[in-house]
């Protein structure tokens, strides 16, 4: 088990398997050291966090909809490297999207659900450069979604 792993486990974070694209694009790119990553929505085993953040969405479920996007960008890294997520050497951005209902303003506070777990899983390696955007619409309605750049060894 790669130290990351360690890190999860000890979160109490078990990585699913990489989601498979819903259209017409790949889950990574991998261009010299950078890994590009595809935006990975709220989406866990019993069906995800859909809805309007504000509206039908509180501020605590939001946030686990948006540590959901990060552990699923945790596996699809794991899959960009082979397995071996020691060798990611460092988050370098998250872009993260919240479908935000009119009178909803607190979007970084929801997208931190996706910064700390980078944190969690590489220490100060996962510390990183971001954007937090509110949104219309998210596909499938889901309530978050992060994309993420990420360099590996």
Do not use: W
């Amino acid at each position: 088990m790669s130290r990351v792993e360690q890190r999860l486990a000890a979160a109490g974070i078990t990585l699913p398997s990489p989601v498979a694209p819903i259209a017409n694009y790949v889950p990574f790119v991998r261009t010299g050291n950078l890994v590009h990553i595809s935006g990975q929505v709220s989406l866990d085993a019993a069906g995800g966090v859909t809805g309007v953040v504000g509206v039908e969405v509180d501020m605590e479920t939001a946030r686990r909809a948006a540590r959901l996007c990060g552990i699923n960008l945790l596996a699809q890294m794991r899959a960009a490297c082979d397995g071996d997520l020691d060798r990611v050497t460092r988050v370098v951005k998250l872009g993260g999207f919240v479908q935000a209902g009119p009178d909803f303003f607190d979007i970084p506070s929801v997208v931190n659900g996706c910064s700390d777990v980078m944190v969690e899983a590489f220490g100060d390696a996962g510390r990183h450069a971001r954007s937090a955007v509110g949104v219309y619409r998210l596909p499938r309605n889901f309530a978050v979604e992060v994309d993420a750049v990420v360099e590996i060894g």
